[in-house]
């Protein structure tokens, strides 16, 4: 089975702006991109997992998400750094759209979109990895069963939201390759 590195977007790979909706606003975090070539390298697959309840509060459309992210792929690939997916929930319980508003499975800290990228590309979650800046991804790695991994970078942490620890603690993404890459030659 494959293994991989699943990373939330805003806070780890791109700057944390609290509601990004713009491509304008996109940028990639300082060595994000050296560090999702190392995972490449290391045979995991990069997979993104990200809350985007700006769609459920009617500030972006699913397309418009898309778009972004077409671009957050093609600027990481021109640094030679590749995301093999992402998978976004793009619901809220509190939806401005009634569509989006529901308690869903693929919200983080729930792990839908876990399982869904697991069953899609035959990953063993217990050999792979979960990489956040929120207590909500940390969550959704121990749920998923996943060494997980805090970066100091975006939200550090510092959101609260549940009380939950990380396996490991890293300054940013590239350090948080690093730990991983310890961790697999053990």
């Known amino acids: ?11 780890v790979i791109n700057r944390e702006v609290d509601v990004l909706r713009s491509v304008k606003q996109l940028r990639i975090l300082p060595k994000a991109a050296e560090a999702i070539r190392k995972i490449n390298r290391i045979g995991f697959l990069a997979i993104v997992i990200t809350n985007q309840p700006v769609v459920a509060r009617g500030w972006l459309t699913e397309k418009e998400v898309d778009r972004i992210h077409a671009v957050l792929i093609k600027r990481l690939g021109a640094k030679g750094a590749k995301l093999d997916a992402i ?5 809220h319980p509190n939806a401005n759209l009634k569509k989006y508003r529901m308690k869903c499975s693929c919200r983080k800290p729930n792990i839908g979109l876990i399982k869904k990228a697991a069953k899609n590309f035959g990953i063993n979650l217990k050999k792979s990895f979960m990489v956040g800046d929120s207590t909500r991804d940390i969550l959704a790695g121990k749920r998923a069963g996943m060494k997980t991994i805090l970066v100091k970078t975006g939200y550090a942490g510092k959101d609260r939201k549940y009380d939950v620890k990380p396996d490991f603690t890293a300054t940013d993404l590239n350090k948080a390759v690093g730990i991983i890459k310890k961790h697999v030659k053990q």
Do not use: E, I, Q, S
């Not at 089975?1 to 806070?11: E, I, P, Q, S, Y």
């Not at 998978?87 to 619901?91: F, I, L, V």
């Open 1 to 11: 089975m494959t293994k991989a590195v699943f990373l939330d977007r805003d806070g």
């Open 87 to 91: 998978y976004y929930c793009p619901h």
